[in-house]
């Protein structure tokens, strides 16, 4: 064997082998608070609620950790990646939360086979990095809740912020949004409270 043939096998064997060498990838998951329902107080409320699934883009029902510049164009992490979808997790988040605070009388997921008073859906619109002068986490959703005896929308909440990211890295960035998500949900709950606490007493 010649020597540019032998060069040639050995370029050839070493592409080989660093293609062996994949980068493995890293995931990531929001705080779900532990689901204490057994253990709530008596509830405040009478009212049943059931949860609808998040509605979300496509990227937001993917696993995919997803960057912005401030401008519309949108990438995502190549090896940084959610353990579940961001819309399944904050649904998760959002279930758990409203389920342990012990104010009302069940919270169903709409999978179940429950009926409830009032069905609460969620839009989510943002859930990403955006960096520029500074880098930010922004968590964007809009709630509504639905009287399910009439069919009537009878209250709704948005909610955005911009949390701090403490520094140039995706841990960083996935612990801000994680703070974004559970005070966004503690937003809602306090919301609700308000909502339910305003009715007139069932008779």
């Not at 943002?126 to 809009?142: L, P, W």
Request: with cysteine.
């Amino acid at each position: 064997m010649n020597h540019k043939k032998l060069t040639f096998l050995l370029l050839c064997v070493g592409i080989l082998g660093g293609c062996g060498a994949a980068r493995p990838n890293k995931y990531y998951q929001l705080t779900i608070p532990g689901d204490s329902a057994a253990a709530a107080p008596s509830p405040t409320s009478g009212v049943t609620l059931v949860l609808g699934p998040f509605v979300a883009t496509h990227l937001y029902k993917e696993d995919q950790i997803i960057y912005s510049t401030g401008g519309v164009e949108i990438g995502t992490y190549e090896y940084q990646r959610w353990a579940e979808p961001p819309a399944e997790m904050i649904g998760d988040i959002e279930l758990r939360v409203l389920r342990s605070s012990g104010h009302y009388k069940s919270v169903y997921t709409q999978r179940s086979d429950n009926h409830g008073d009032y069905l609460l859906r969620g839009r989510l619109y943002d859930f990403k990095e955006i960096s520029g002068g500074s880098i930010v986490a922004r968590f964007t959703a809009e709630w509504e809740l639905k009287d399910l005896k009439t069919g009537t929308p009878v209250w709704s909440h948005y909610y955005t912020h911009d949390e701090p990211v403490a520094s140039k890295d995706v841990p960083a960035v996935v612990a801000a949004l994680d703070r974004n998500v559970q005070r966004g949900v503690s937003e809602l709950q306090t919301g609700l409270d308000q909502f339910f606490a305003s009715l007139p007493p069932a008779k």
